[in-house]
């Protein structure tokens, strides 16, 4: 039995030496090992390195026992290039420099240094290459070349690792134009002017924050709907004859309404998890912004139901129509018409506080603006999100000064007078009660919704006005 351990002992031992044997021929010796290749950051307030743009290549390597160089060869890709190129020398013995220098020679892609004296063993040479263009395709590019030892033999360099980098886009072009212009270098050394209004990173800002900007829109537009649904709901049980829905409704706005926004995100977002409720961050933000706006909305319906006349019901009542009836054909129509204004407004308000989102990790427009803000270490990314904001509420600020105008001069009476009827239409009697205010049984809460963007009619306070 120790005989045939023994034999098994042996067999492995042999094939192990082999093993190590043929490892050692198939990867010769290098005289002089690639330690490192990296390239300095260029994107504009960004931290990746993008191609056809000049940036920094630094190659180091080490001169292995017994070996010493003369000349090292840097070689990239095909559309890389060296051309306008400048390069710092430095051979190192430990930390200390040595006073070896280097001549450069450059030829395209192809970047030689030829030492004034050879390089020892153990010493470390540093070539710091300025202005070096990656290719502007991007993608992994790789430093390869070649090294000439002091007896004249010349060997490949191991290939170095790969260095990332982004494709040169048409927005790269653009801000590069920028870096090249001399109203731009005067206007970045004001002090004000290059933290918060640097036009380079303006540009990259634009294109960079896009994409948090849709989602800022996406969470508010899917979130009103439902949050006008709840305070239309909300709004008739705090009117309703039955005591235990008017105390419902009323805990429910005041509790809303008399808490920040922020700590209601703040509850949902870390209190749902601990319940074991995991919900996706951009769902539960849709959540959390229609309950807020619900609350706002229940007061602004109730506020604008209570409006109305009591006439008007009295007056659906003696035509013989029910509660529901009245309110859906009457009430209501009239409602969505004053309150547009103030829905709108609160809208607003509503686009404006989707950037508390970004305290609990929602990726929309502060938080892309945040993280740029702080690899850049401007100010501008964020000056750019007010112009994202300002696109979406300064339009809206206008069409409710227009509506508010509208409604203020109907109400006055100020505008044309009703359109006369067609001959052969129904005669109706114009004293009517429920027809003074405009209130129709085929009154309809699309008509109500449209009626302040018609140019032709719109009716307001029950006079029919004709554009």
């Keep these: 039995?120790?005989?045939?351990?023994?034999?098994?002992?042996?067999?492995?031992?042999?094939?192990?030496?082999?093993?190590?044997?043929?490892?050692?021929?198939?990867?010769?010796?290098?005289a002089l090992t690639t330690e490192k290749a990296t390239a300095r950051p260029n994107e504009d307030g960004g931290s990746g390195v993008i191609g056809g743009i000049p940036t920094r290549l630094t190659w180091e390597g080490v001169v292995e026992p017994g070996e010493q160089i003369a000349s090292v060869t840097l070689m990239l890709p095909d559309t890389g290039k060296f051309d306008d190129s400048t390069t710092k020398v430095t051979v190192l013995d430990g930390l200390n420099r040595t006073p070896i220098e280097g001549k450069t020679n450059i030829a395209a892609n192809v970047l030689g240094v030829e030492l004034s004296e050879p390089a020892k063993?153990?010493?470390?040479?540093?070539?710091?290459?300025?202005?070096?263009?990656?290719?502007?395709?991007?993608?992994?590019?790789?430093?390869?070349?070649?090294?000439?030892?002091?007896?004249?033999?010349?060997?490949?360099?191991?290939?170095?690792?790969?260095i990332s980098t982004i494709s040169n886009t048409w927005v790269q072009q653009v801000v590069t134009w920028l870096d090249q212009q001399p109203w731009v270098q005067a206007w970045n050394s004001n002090q004000f002017l290059g933290m918060f209004l640097k036009p380079q990173l303006i540009v990259t800002s634009l294109f960079s924050l896009f994409p948090g900007w849709l989602v800022c829109l996406g969470i508010v537009i899917v979130a009103y709907p439902f949050a006008i649904l709840l305070g239309l709901v909300f709004a008739l049980m705090k009117l309703s004859k039955f005591r235990v829905l008017r105390a419902i409704a009323v805990v429910y706005i005041n509790v809303?309404?008399?808490?920040?926004?922020?700590?209601?995100?703040?509850?949902?977002?870390?209190?749902?998890?601990?319940?074991?409720?995991?919900?996706?961050?951009?769902?539960?933000?849709?959540?959390?912004?229609?309950?807020?706006?619900?609350?706002?909305?229940?007061?602004?319906?109730?506020?604008?139901?209570?409006?109305?006349?009591?006439?008007?019901?009295?007056?659906?009542a003696s035509l013989g129509m029910g509660r529901l009836m009245t309110m859906v054909h009457i009430i209501l129509p009239q409602t969505v018409r004053r309150v547009i204004p103030t829905v709108t407004s609160d809208f607003i308000m509503a686009f404006k506080d989707t950037s508390l989102l970004s305290s609990v990790g929602v990726m929309e427009l502060m938080m892309f603006a945040k993280n740029?803000?702080?690899?850049?270490?401007?100010?501008?990314?964020?000056?750019t999100a007010a112009i994202f904001y300002l696109i979406v509420t300064?339009?809206?600020?206008?069409?409710?000064?227009?509506?508010?105008?509208?409604?203020?001069?109907?109400?006055?009476?100020?505008?044309?007078?009703?359109?006369?009827?067609?001959?052969?239409d129904e005669q109706?009697?114009?004293?009517?009660?429920?027809?003074?205010n405009g209130a129709t049984p085929e009154a309809s809460l699309a008509s109500a919704l449209s009626a302040p963007f018609k140019a032709g009619t719109s009716v307001f306070g029950g006079v029919a006005d004709v554009r």
């Design 1 to 30: 039995m120790k005989r045939i351990c023994k034999r098994i002992l042996s067999v492995l031992l042999v094939a192990c030496a082999l093993v190590l044997a043929g490892s050692l021929v198939a990867a010769p010796a290098q």
């Design 121 to 162: 063993e153990g010493y470390k040479l540093r070539l710091e290459i300025e202005d070096t263009v990656f290719p502007p395709e991007g993608g992994d590019v790789v430093v390869n070349g070649t090294y000439t030892t002091a007896d004249g033999s010349t060997k490949d360099l191991a290939p170095s690792k790969p």
């Design 256 to 316: 809303l309404r008399g808490t920040p926004l922020f700590l209601q995100i703040y509850i949902m977002f870390f209190g749902l998890p601990m319940m074991h409720i995991n919900i996706d961050n951009n769902v539960l933000g849709v959540i959390v912004m229609a309950i807020n706006s619900s609350a706002y909305l229940a007061e602004i319906f109730r506020a604008g139901i209570e409006s109305i006349p009591v006439g008007q019901y009295e007056a659906a």
């Design 372 to 383: 740029l803000t702080s690899v850049s270490g401007n100010m501008t990314p964020y000056v």
């Design 394 to 424: 300064l339009p809206l600020i206008k069409v409710v000064s227009t509506i508010e105008k509208r409604i203020a001069r109907s109400e006055r009476g100020a505008g044309p007078r009703p359109k006369a009827k067609a001959a052969n």
């Design 428 to 436: 109706v009697d114009e004293e009517t009660p429920a027809q003074e």
